[in-house]
């Protein structure tokens, strides 16, 4: 069984961070790319972060850039996102994904997901 587990969310104010985590088993995480994306009621889903399977390599939705930083730490099989300067239209469900998508197409496809961690940015 493919689980995501994902933790860190709760309630900052505007201009707080917190830092997300989101720990992978049953499948071969250094085989993965490992994206964030986030959901708010009656609203698509929208892409957050993404980072290649050895690291490094990185993108970001242009409204989190420069404020949000995707990392993975292969060893432990966990994929982090620390968020900085944090704003009310931050406010979502936030979703950890595994993709095998080739890194060079434009969208991820993710294969597995986890069932999300709530984030509320208060005024």
């Known amino acids: 069984q493919v689980q995501l587990v994902e933790s860190g969310g709760g309630l900052v104010q505007a201009g707080g961070s917190l830092r997300l985590s989101c720990a992978a088993s049953?499948?071969?995480?250094?085989?993965?790319?490992m994206d964030w994306f986030r959901q708010d009621p009656g609203k698509e889903r929208e892409f957050v972060a993404r980072?290649?399977?050895?690291?490094?390599?990185?993108q970001y939705a242009d409204s989190v850039k420069g404020r949000f930083t995707i990392s993975r730490d292969n060893a432990k099989n966990t994929v982090y996102l620390q968020m900085n300067g944090l704003k009310p239209e931050d406010t979502a469900v936030y979703y950890c994904?595994?993709?095998?998508?080739?890194?060079?197409?434009?969208?991820?496809?993710?294969?597995?997901w986890g069932q999300g961690t709530r984030v509320t940015v208060s005024s």
């Open positions: 980072i290649r399977k050895i690291g490094g390599n990185t």
């Open positions: 994904a595994a993709d095998r998508s080739p890194w060079i197409i434009t969208t991820p496809r993710p294969a597995y």
């Open positions: 049953g499948l071969t995480f250094r085989d993965h790319h």
